[in-house]
């Protein structure tokens, strides 16, 4: 079985950090492009970043040059790194997973159960 399972979601200023990882088990990992999608209430969910399995990142306009993505493949996690937060960066932030390459959060087949991320301003 599936698990995908995020962390470090919190309440943070406004120029800020966060954290938040990822921890993956139940799949072959390093088969899968792994990436990060957030919705805020009453927004469609959008993406934020995804990296492959080579480590080929990619971003959202609306995160790049603040944000980081980064994976281990032998432990089976990832992360992302969110610097200068912004009040519009507050949603439920979810890790999934797909095989094969896609922004799309449609076309990802694995979800976890979300962290929520609140940036005060």
């Known amino acids: 079985q599936v698990q995908l399972v995020e962390s470090g979601g919190g309440l943070v200023q406004a120029g800020g950090s966060l954290r938040l990882s990822c921890a993956a088990s139940g799949l072959t990992f390093g088969s899968y492009m792994m990436g990060w999608f957030r919705q805020a209430p009453g927004k469609e969910r959008e993406f934020v970043g995804a990296?492959?399995?080579?480590?080929?990142?990619y971003y959202a306009d609306s995160v790049k040059g603040r944000s980081t993505i980064s994976r281990d493949n032998a432990k089976n996690t990832m992360s992302l790194q969110m610097n200068n937060l912004k009040p519009e960066d507050t949603a439920d932030y979810y890790c999934?997973?797909?095989?094969?390459?896609?922004?799309?959060?449609?076309?990802?087949?694995?979800w976890g159960q979300g962290t929520q991320v609140t940036v005060s301003s």
């Open positions: 999934a997973a797909v095989r094969g390459y896609s922004t799309g959060w449609s076309n990802y087949d694995y």
């Open positions: 990296i492959a399995w080579s480590g080929n990142t």
